[in-house]
């Protein structure tokens, strides 16, 4: 099959498509020929170096396609299913890919759509969890309009939570739409919170990584309150929880998620699609930062 591969460290001339053994799914694992495949943040770090540094690597760790292989175990589905889930190998932006975790494609999402989830509906859900959101709680999420804080704000607002969530003045009627109360980035937003939430909040996410959190935790009203999934360095510093998939995975996102999309209650943007040949270009796309939604690969 072929697949993308980096046998270099740099910038994104070092991708390429390499024909690789077609690969086999182990006991509770199934295949898929991928029809689409998402662009993560950590596909340009692992090819910038910044991450593992065994060569060559693969790339890709969340798919969407058609069920053509079915390991020793698995009960749940059938060949020719549409899926979507988690490559355990980290090699899904290729022609196939083995699925350590799926569930169904919502009838009312293509391929493309539905490749955009995983990664950021499992990231959500997980930090959620770890906060104890839940019927009532008010959550203040920084970097809402993202894939991940989008994917927060609906996933928070299914648990009967209240969502205020932060992003810029022209994502505001995206935020609304979503279900979110929108503020306002810089100086003037923890004022702003407090003016449509006196009591402060909560519960806390940062999901952009922007320097944000001794706001947050005054907003909260301790660190123990706030969570993030972007800013390490200023977790340790603010002794704010990191959350991090291998503290345990919330793979039943993508079961309820797929409910949610099919009752028309849970939808992330796609920003823009590629054909597997042009994976550079998407890489460039991803490090500039000028797009909203999922970048998709369309091998």
């Not at 898929?32 to 790339?59: C, F, H, Y």
């Not at 988690?86 to 290729?94: N, S």
């Not at 490090?287 to 909203?292: D, I, K, L």
Request: charged share 20%.
């Amino acid at each position: 099959m072929k697949a993308a591969r980096f046998s270099r460290f740099g910038g994104p001339d070092v991708l390429e498509l390499v024909d690789l053994p077609d690969p086999h799914p182990g006991p509770g694992e199934i295949r898929i020929a991928v029809r689409a495949a998402g662009v993560n943040a950590s596909d340009w770090k692992k090819r910038q170096g910044l991450m593992d540094q065994e060569l060559p690597q693969t790339l890709g760790y969340e798919a969407a396609g058609v069920v053509d292989e079915i390991g020793e175990g698995v009960t749940d589905v059938a060949l020719g299913d549409r899926v979507f889930g988690f490559g355990g190998d980290g090699a899904a932006q290729g022609e196939l890919a083995v699925l350590s975790a799926w569930a169904p494609i919502p009838r009312s999402l293509d391929f493309a759509a539905a490749a955009a989830l995983p990664s950021s509906v499992e990231t959500a859900a997980r930090a959620l969890d770890q906060l104890g959101v839940e019927d009532g709680t008010t959550l203040l999420i920084s970097g809402a309009s993202g894939s991940v804080g989008s994917a927060a704000v609906q996933l928070a607002v299914a648990r009967g939570a209240r969502v205020i969530g932060t992003g810029s003045p022209a994502t505001h009627d995206h935020l609304r739409a979503l279900g979110a109360e929108p503020v306002a980035y810089g100086e003037h937003m923890p004022d702003d919170v407090r003016t449509i939430a006196p009591d402060g909040v909560d519960r806390a996410l940062d999901v952009a990584g922007s320097g944000i959190l001794p706001d947050l935790i005054a907003l909260a009203g301790g660190a123990d309150r706030v969570l993030t999934v972007a800013d390490f360095a200023g977790a340790r510093e603010h002794g704010v929880r990191f959350s991090r998939g291998d503290s345990g995975r919330a793979l039943y996102a993508l079961a309820q998620v797929a409910a949610l999309a099919e009752a028309g209650r849970f939808s992330l943007p796609v920003a823009r699609t590629f054909p597997l040949t042009d994976i550079a270009e998407a890489h460039r796309v991803g490090e500039s930062g000028e797009f909203r939604g999922k970048l998709i690969l369309l091998p």
